[in-house]
């Protein structure tokens, strides 16, 4: 913390690669360069008297148990709230313990929300079990405004989206959501995952609560598991922690750690990425047995408007259906850089077939209403170079 007020004293704002790399540090007495792992479940007090007083009130530097905090998770929470420009942060075990968390922390029966409809299998699943605990949930073509304008209503509290689908990259106006949502009072909570948090100014443009899979793009090399709701102070300390330390969605501070790591080359490895995935996008464009392509960064994406606006760069996943099942597997098979996985934002470029995978779960009718076609390949583009995987997919379709 003392890093941060010696760099604050030119009182030039810093530039989020910057803070990706300085903010929030938390030095021990050591003085230790590298973010300390605080590799520790509890923490022990000085007298009986200390740790009443703890339980009554912790202080910013006070920790309890790792359930609630710990140095370690704090300095990934404080580094990635103050990259996405929310007062507070939780870390949470995985990227669905923060989706799970972020809902069911303030939802009780007969609460309404919307919902897009375009979403990632377990988000859907949590969605389900929030039905199943009395929670109204309509859900819309998350693309239409005027279907979010039909379904929101006087007493809605929440609606929820992924800015960007899974897997067919239909991007939600967080702006305009935002407007029709605040105007009942309703929290806008997104699931930023394919924008990253580089290419994400979800907050200005009026999302209460944004919340990550860390596992993602922030580690950036499929180590482990991660996730992050950041939001207001009040939202995240009195209404999402509560819920989350009793619960026991914490993220280890060993994962925290590695975290840390991921974000201070976040920047330049999601821009790299991102500038591969649109020389990829456009030499498969060429490809006669590519029969669509989505990339929220061509010219030609229904709505590059809004990604410009919203994002200025189209990420890191591109989908391509290739017409069938058949095709699909075959060009799978073939794929010698890219891996057969179901991670994604990593290092290693990663080919996906969501009908048979992480969509699976979903009956043929709902995937096809969702565009998830037999021949549908998801692809995350990794950091290898650019012309290997476009070399390695131009192979793999001849
Ligand atoms: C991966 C993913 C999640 C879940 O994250 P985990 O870290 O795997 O739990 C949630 N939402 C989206 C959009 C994802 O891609």
């Not at 699943?125 to 209503?153: K, M, N, P």
């Not at 009072?185 to 930023?192: E, H, K, P």
């Not at 456009?282 to 990604?307: F, M, S, W």
Request: proline share 4%.
């Amino acid at each position: 913390m003392s890093q941060e007020s010696k760099s604050q004293e030119s009182n030039q704002p810093l530039q989020p690669r910057t803070r990706a790399i300085h903010h929030g540090i938390r030095r021990s007495q050591y003085g230790e360069m590298a973010e300390a792992l605080f590799m520790t479940q509890g923490f022990s007090y000085d007298s009986a008297e200390q740790a009443e007083a703890r339980f009554i009130k912790a202080g910013p530097d006070e920790f309890i148990y790792a359930r609630y905090g710990n140095p370690t998770s704090r300095m990934f929470e404080d580094r990635i709230a103050n990259l996405e420009g929310t007062e507070d942060a939780f870390a949470t075990a995985s990227g669905m313990a923060a989706v799970n968390g972020a809902l069911m922390c303030f939802l009780k029966p007969g609460d309404h929300i919307v919902s897009s409809r375009a979403l990632f299998g377990s988000c859907l699943y949590v969605l389900d079990v929030l039905a199943r605990f009395g929670v109204e949930v309509s859900y819309v073509d998350g693309t239409e405004l005027e279907q979010w304008r039909a379904a929101i209503r006087p007493g809605t509290k929440a609606v929820f989206f992924e800015s960007v689908s899974n897997p067919t990259l239909e991007v939600v106006d967080i702006a305009g959501v935002a407007e029709l949502a605040h105007a009942v009072g309703a929290l806008v909570v997104v699931d930023n995952v394919f924008a990253t948090p580089v290419y994400s100014r979800a907050v200005a443009q009026g999302a209460d609560v944004v919340v990550y899979s860390a596992t993602k793009h922030i580690d950036g090399s499929g180590r482990c598991l991660g996730g992050v709701i950041c939001g207001t102070r009040q939202f995240v300390r009195q209404v999402a922690e509560p819920y989350l330390k009793h619960t026991g969605g914490a993220i280890s501070p060993f994962n925290a750690w590695l975290m840390l790591g991921g974000l201070a080359t976040m920047e330049l490895r999601v821009r790299a990425q991102t500038e591969s995935a649109l020389r990829l996008a456009t030499a498969l464009k060429q490809e006669p047995k590519v029969a669509r392509i989505l990339y929220p960064g061509l010219a030609d994406h229904p709505q590059h408007d809004l990604v410009q606006r919203q994002m200025g760069a189209g990420g890191t996943m591109v989908a391509v259906d290739l017409g069938s099942k058949e095709a699909a597997f075959s060009a799978m098979n073939r794929l010698r850089v890219f891996q057969i996985s179901n991670n994604l934002g990593d290092a290693k470029s990663i080919v996906t077939h969501p009908a048979t995978t992480t969509h699976q779960r979903l009956s043929e009718e709902v995937r096809s209403g969702l565009g998830i076609t037999p021949g549908l390949l998801r692809l995350s583009i990794g950091l290898e170079d650019a012309g290997d995987l476009i070399a390695d997919l131009r192979q793999s379709l001849s």
